[in-house]
């Protein structure tokens, strides 16, 4: 079956404008999560879902980050008033359940501000 | 609060050589721990987990790790070192009060010359 699949798999655009970014987890698998990897960096966690909820919002570093997932499926992370800081690859991941299922990792997205 | 610590930055091993990728945590409740692998333009990949049980799990690849409840470490072991298996590995830790959300480490690039 298929896998998590992210898209786009590069973005670059200018300081100030809002993006999206998609995700959409395997097939059946009840929890979704988004994390940052900066270059060279480790990951940072920032949101995770079970199902349509987000339990835990505390890794989202500012107010200009949010993120919904629908239908217990696709899930948007955006990012408005976008900064050079905000650089880095984004990682989705998806799993059965929580605590105990291992994560099964996208290819990623590649965000770039100019 | 949960953390993950991964000491070294860098493993060098010469092929043929048992390999030894080093993780401590800690957690307020029992831990639930994985290994994740990152090939150099590859996604992360699931590697092995302990959630309870016997302290020595084997996973994918030859990879094994021992789960040392008094020394909060699981480290990641293989008996002999393959030139493929140089990537960027990475430990988690889950706490099982909050099953949620997954603590990675900044990563250990494992390098294995021959």
């Known amino acids: 079956g298929a896998g998590v699949s992210q898209s786009p798999s590069n973005k670059v655009t200018e300081k100030g404008k809002d993006v999206e970014l998609r995700c959409d987890p395997i097939s059946g698998h009840t929890a979704l999560y988004w994390y940052r990897q900066s270059l060279g960096q480790g990951l940072e966690f920032l949101i995770y879902?079970?199902?349509?909820?987000?339990?835990?919002k505390s890794g989202l570093p500012s107010d200009r980050f949010s993120a919904e997932r629908t239908g217990g499926s696709v899930s948007t992370l955006t990012i408005q008033r976008t900064q050079q800081e905000d650089s880095a690859v984004y990682l989705c991941a998806s799993s059965a359940g929580t605590g105990k299922d291992e994560q099964y990792f996208g290819p990623g997205t590649r965000l770039t501000v100019t | 609060a949960q953390s993950v610590a991964q000491p070294e930055d860098q493993v060098n091993v010469a092929e043929g050589n048992p390999l030894t990728v080093k993780c401590t945590y800690s957690?307020?409740?029992?831990?639930?721990l994985f290994w994740y692998v990152q090939y150099p333009n590859r996604g992360l990949q699931f590697l092995l987990k302990?959630?309870?049980?016997?302290?020595l799990v084997k996973g994918s690849y030859g990879f094994e790790a021992e789960f040392n409840k008094s020394q909060t470490s699981f480290h990641l072991k293989k008996p002999s070192a393959l030139v493929s298996d140089s990537a960027l590995y990475f430990c988690?830790?889950?706490?099982?009060?909050?099953?949620?959300?997954?603590?990675f480490g900044d990563g250990t690039t494992l390098t294995v010359k021959p």
């Open positions: 302990y959630i309870t049980g016997d302290n």
């Open positions: 988690a830790v889950r706490d099982s009060t909050n099953a949620g959300k997954s603590t």
């Open positions: 879902f079970q199902g349509n909820s987000a339990p835990d």
């Open positions: 957690v307020s409740g029992n831990p639930y």
